[in-house]
């Protein structure tokens, strides 16, 4: 299954502690992206490097500064006139000081519907839906990947079913990613969970590609401008 789809920014840095010879060294993080209002991630998304859909996240800030993150994914495969595969996600994410208090996602891969509700009350975030009834911590991260936070922690709140994933994150490196034409500096990370992810963010944490593979076919996510 895709586990895309996108939300929400922390305030602050995320504690993130390594032990090593039985002595705590504190990790520096890079800084998260601060999503601006009216901010958009296009990505065109290709399969066997030939397009087949899109995936599309818009930024909305209110007065006092309170994020809506819209999640817009359409994915097909044609042969001839006829669709052979469908994949829909639609998801909105609502965030106040840096912390998920809201989410509402829907999805269909070629019939199989997923559904995720999820919101605060008394300080943790209840959740109902189709893999996963029950309360998490307000740092929860759904599994959007526009937040660059997301590769410092060990689970993740699906915006397809509500299913919390465990994920295990590991740096390839540094990197460089086209981006309308143009060389961008980024950060690789593979993120393993039920299906293994390559992530990749620049300097200032914008997420600029993704790929993977799927029954042997490759996919992957082709930033159309920078945010």
């Given at each position: 299954?895709?586990?895309?789809?996108?939300?929400?920014?922390?305030?602050?840095?995320?504690?993130?502690?390594?032990?090593?010879?039985?002595?705590?060294?504190?990790?520096?993080?890079?800084?998260?992206?601060?999503?601006?209002?009216?901010?958009?991630?296009?990505?065109?998304?290709?399969?066997?490097?030939?397009?087949?859909?899109?995936?599309?996240?818009?930024?909305?800030?209110?007065?006092?500064?309170?994020?809506?993150?819209?999640?817009?994914?359409?994915?097909?495969?044609?042969?001839?006139?006829?669709?052979?595969?469908?994949?829909?996600?639609?998801?909105?994410?609502?965030?106040?000081?840096?912390?998920?208090?809201?989410?509402?996602?829907?999805?269909?891969?070629?019939?199989?519907?997923?559904?995720?509700?999820?919101?605060?009350?008394?300080?943790?975030?209840?959740?109902?839906?189709?893999?996963?009834?029950?309360?998490?911590?307000?740092?929860?991260?759904?599994?959007?990947?526009?937040?660059?936070?997301?590769?410092?922690?060990?689970?993740?709140?699906?915006?397809?079913?509500?299913?919390?994933?465990?994920?295990?994150?590991?740096?390839?490196?540094?990197?460089?990613?086209?981006?309308?034409?143009?060389?961008?500096?980024?950060?690789?990370?593979?993120?393993?969970?039920?299906?293994?992810?390559?992530?990749?963010?620049?300097?200032?944490?914008?997420?600029?590609?993704?790929?993977?593979k799927v029954r042997g076919q490759d996919i992957e996510?082709?930033?159309?401008?920078?945010?």
């Amino acid at each position: 299954m895709f586990r895309t789809a996108i939300a929400g920014i922390l305030g602050a840095f995320i504690a993130f502690s390594a032990h090593a010879d039985e002595t705590a060294e504190q990790v520096s993080l890079p800084t998260p992206w601060v999503a601006t209002d009216g901010a958009v991630i296009d990505f065109t998304v290709l399969r066997k490097g030939k397009p087949f859909g899109r995936h599309m996240l818009t930024f909305d800030r209110d007065e006092s500064g309170d994020l809506t993150v819209t999640t817009d994914v359409d994915l097909r495969v044609k042969i001839g006139p006829i669709t052979a595969f469908r994949y829909r996600l639609d998801s909105v994410e609502n965030w106040v000081d840096g912390q998920l208090v809201g989410l509402n996602g829907t999805s269909n891969s070629d019939g199989r519907k997923g559904r995720v509700s999820a919101v605060q009350e008394n300080g943790e975030l209840a959740v109902e839906s189709t893999k996963f009834d029950g309360v998490l911590p307000l740092t929860t991260i759904p599994s959007s990947h526009w937040n660059r936070m997301q590769v410092y922690q060990d689970q993740m709140l699906s915006t397809e079913t509500g299913e919390v994933l465990e994920i295990n994150v590991e740096t390839i490196g540094d990197d460089v990613v086209m981006v309308a034409g143009e060389p961008v500096e980024a950060t690789h990370y593979r993120l393993k969970s039920d299906l293994t992810v390559d992530l990749w963010y620049d300097a200032q944490s914008r997420w600029v590609k993704l790929a993977f593979k799927v029954r042997g076919q490759d996919i992957e996510y082709v930033l159309n401008e920078l945010y």
